[in-house]
Each structure stands twice: as C-alpha cells, then as structure tokens.
C-alpha cells in the first residue's frame, strides 16, 4: 500500500495497524472526531498528553471533521501541513431530494402527530439518554410555550430517559408529543413536520450528524455551545443559533425569539441548507482524503 486510513485508535485493530505500517513505514492517515471540550481532570489531561502527542504526532496526516477536531490534533502534535478536512458526511441528495417531496405533505405530518398547522415546531431527534439531555429540550419547551402558545415540541427516539420525559410532559401538561423510534429512512417525515431542531447534548456529543440531516432538510439549528458541529455549521442568526449547554432558560429564549419570526423560518432554513452543503459535502471529504494522500506519498 502507499498509504492506510484508519478511523480512530481506540481498539486493538488499530493499534495492529499503526505498528504494522510503521514498521514497514507505510505512511498512515488517522481520521477522527475527538475535541478537546470534553470534560476531563486535570490529572487526566497531565497523563494524556505525552502519550497522545507521542503516537499522534507520528502520523502521516490527521483527517479531522471540523474546526475542533482540526484543533485537538494541532493540541497533540500533528503539524499544520499534516491536518487536512474531511468533514462527517450524510446522503445528501437524499435528504435534499425527501425535503422537496415531503414539502407538500406538511399539513398533513403534523396532523399524524396532531400539531397544528400554524404551531412553531421545534424536534428533538436522538437516543432520549443523559447525554443529549432531552429533558432540557421538554423544559425549554415548556417554558418557551407558557409565554407563546404556538411554541410545541416533537421527540423522535427512544431511549433510558423517555420515561422521565414523559412524565414531566404529563405532570405539567407541556405541549410535547413523543414520536418513538423512527427508521433512518422516515426521518425526513419528521424534518418535514418541524421548523427547527434542538440538539442539546453535552460535549460527547463529537459532531451530531442530525444536525448534517436537518439542515439539508431545511431547517435551522440550536444546538448547545458544547455540540462538536456548531463552529462549523451554526451562523448565529443565520444557521441557527447556540446556548450554554444545561442552560434550559437560555434555551426556551431562543425557541421564544424564533418562534415570533416564524415567517423568517425558511429563510434560515434554506441557509442552513447552503452552509451544509457547502461546509459538509461529500466532495468536501472526498478532496480531504486526496490532498492528505498527496501529502503523504510525496518524495
């Protein structure tokens, strides 16, 4: 081979990989999603350091998804010329190709769910576990609809803390009405049926590919400031929109402002379809890939 990718390192067939090629010193390219905005003890940090920047720095090239990730492998050694972008990807024309036939149909996907046509609806599509935080999006729902009617929620997934989320949407009477789990590929019936996405995981949340699926769909984005995407593809006010991640108040602010725009909704929903296309393309990664190859088996 003149070169080998591996997609990150923390299992043994990479460790295989990496001794392999450096024995044979066949260059390696490593992709990853990791940033340096998760929490970790300062002991933690002290330890990693000397051990990541010893194998990290020995690559041929660093394939990082978007500015954090591009950081982190500056943070560990690789250098500048060795950092290349090859951003998370989904099927775009898919998406781009169900938003325009699901567009007509919008009346109609809410009714199934019984939302109002006139509702501002904000979704929150995930796995309802702690670390996308789903009950933060029922909250700031609640408190986004007490002083605006047409504020309502909508939950696809499933997951440890749908219990929890339902019994606080009951307890209170929020307008929030839970979808269940959906197969990838009727998604784009719930994108559809909203106007904008919320996604307000903690900092393990790497990238959130959603994100990637809404906005090629036609919506804007809030998603919390610790979210791995959201220097890449949230313009403030133009994209969408960020909080401080567990900030619920700032949250329901954000859905009030929104909503009283309604009409401006599909302006930043086409947009964010742009920035997504044009920040998170498939030819965007498959140019990555090629430059850090040339880079690599360079003379």
């Given amino acids: 081979f003149d070169a080998v990718l591996v997609s990150g390192w923390t299992y043994k067939g990479a460790w295989q990989t990496f001794l392999a090629c450096w024995r044979a010193g066949i260059p390696v390219m490593v992709r990853s999603d990791s940033h340096l905005h998760t929490q970790r003890s300062p002991l933690k940090k002290l330890l990693k350091y000397p051990v990541y920047r010893a194998f990290l720095s020995r690559m041929g090239a660093g394939l990082a998804v978007g500015t954090w990730s ?126 904008v996405l919320v996604l307000p995981s903690d900092a393990r949340e790497t990238w959130g590919l959603v994100v990637n699926e809404a906005m090629l769909s036609g919506l804007p984005a809030l998603v919390s400031d610790q979210v791995g995407c959201h220097p890449d593809l949230i313009n403030p006010g133009q994209t969408g929109d960020t909080f401080p991640m567990g900030d619920v108040a700032a949250l329901a602010a954000l859905m009030l402002r929104y909503a009283e725009q309604p009409a401006a909704l599909q302006l930043l929903g086409q947009q964010a379809r742009r920035q997504a296309e044009q920040v998170c393309g498939m030819h965007q990664a498959v140019a990555g890939v090629l430059e850090a190859l040339k880079r690599v088996t360079q003379p």
């Fill in 70 to 195: 591009r950081d982190y492998f500056l943070h560990y050694g690789v250098p500048a010329d060795r950092v290349f972008l090859v951003p998370h990807v989904v099927d775009q024309q898919r998406f781009l190709d169900e938003a325009a036939k699901l567009a007509p149909q919008r009346a109609s996907l809410r009714a199934e769910w019984n939302i109002a046509p006139e509702a501002v609806v904000y979704l929150f599509c995930g796995k309802l576990n702690d670390q996308k935080r789903p009950l933060d999006f029922v909250q700031a729902v609640g408190q986004a609809h007490a002083q605006n009617p047409a504020v309502v929620g909508l939950v696809v997934g499933d997951g440890p803390l749908r219990a929890a989320c339902e019994a606080l949407v009951q307890q209170q009477n929020f307008p929030v009405t839970f979808a269940g789990f959906m197969n990838q590929s009727l998604l784009p019936r719930a994108y559809a049926a909203a106007d």
